[in-house]
């Protein structure tokens, strides 16, 4: 689902980093080992659910090394991502039905197919064009960004994620207006912008780039060997793409930085849309509960 793989904020308060991810009627805020999942049921409550993250990383602080740490919180992100859909589902449709190991490993393994569809359906369609070299790469990444833009454009047009696209952009409002020390008040969290640039949408834009750079430098490889690193280097491509990430918010104030974040900000007027005045008090909410479990 659509989420903020890293957002720094930092106001007069102090600092906490957050990660945000769009829900079925609600939010998901994550800081640190803390959770918080915050769903609008049918009567018009916001039903709060905190969480204690408890990540293997913790256990063996080898994962938590530059380029490994990557594919840790890919994997994490996902673990609970998924978790958070599910309950915001059940909570948003007033349903009773426990989330079981099963149906984590029926959704998991559905991403799974998703991703190797994208990573090896324009890898498939290029090679009828009879290119070679950087310009068979770059082309590939044109089409595997046409089929991005397709599909999100298509879930756009449907109604029921259409307001999960909003929440999004309250995700993203809110998270801009802690970052800013404002007052955390609809009226003014309305007034930010539903872009950030920290969001899961510039990721994915830093894994097409990287892919060209990356497929380019690969040594010559039978048709089978290429279709199949197409595969084998997703993890590799998402680690070094998560790194680069954090390096871009670290140094988000510089022009350079500015620039190539901005592709996945003009993205970003796909996977969000303006939200209502309650989604916002939805995110306000996620953004104080997390902030009162982390003090």
């Known amino acids: 689902m659509l989420k903020s793989m890293t957002s720094s904020t930092k106001n007069k308060e102090g600092s906490l980093a957050f990660g945000g991810q769009a829900l079925i009627e609600g939010v998901m805020m994550r800081s640190g080992s803390k959770m918080v999942l915050c769903v ?16 293997i990383s913790n256990k063996y602080p080898i994962l938590k090394l530059p380029f490994i740490r990557g594919i840790m919180v890919l994997i994490e992100t996902l673990y609970y991502g998924t978790k958070g859909i599910f309950f915001s589902a059940n909570t948003a449709l007033d349903g009773e039905e426990e989330f079981t190991f099963k149906e ?68 993203h409002k809110a998270i801009n207006a802690y970052e800013a020390g404002i007052n955390l008040e609809v009226e003014f969290v309305d007034k930010f912008s539903r872009f950030n640039p920290r969001c899961g949408t510039s990721f994915l834009f830093i894994v097409v780039l990287l892919s060209i750079i990356l497929y380019s430098i690969l040594p010559n490889m039978d048709y089978i060997q290429r279709l199949s690193s197409r595969i084998l280097l997703i993890p590799i491509i998402g680690s070094l793409s998560y790194e680069l990430l954090k390096i ?33 008090e939805v995110a306000i909410k996620a953004i104080e509960e997390v902030k009162k479990i982390r003090q």
């Open 40 to 55: 609008r049921n049918p009567q018009g409550n916001i039903i709060i659910q905190h969480n204690e993250i408890h990540s």
């Open 104 to 171: 984590y490993l029926l959704v998991i393994g559905m991403v799974l197919l998703m991703s190797a569809f994208f990573a090896v359906a324009p890898f498939i369609l290029t090679t009828y064009l009879n290119l070679t070299g950087v310009l068979f790469n770059i082309v590939e990444a044109v089409v595997r960004l046409i089929f991005f833009i397709l599909y999100l454009y298509g879930i756009s047009l449907w109604r029921d994620f259409r307001r999960v696209l909003q929440y999004h952009g309250a995700e």
């Open 248 to 280: 871009s918010d670290k140094y988000r104030e510089l022009e350079i930085m500015k620039i190539i974040t901005l592709p996945g900000l003009t993205f970003q007027r796909l996977t969000t849309k303006e939200p209502e005045k309650d989604m916002i």
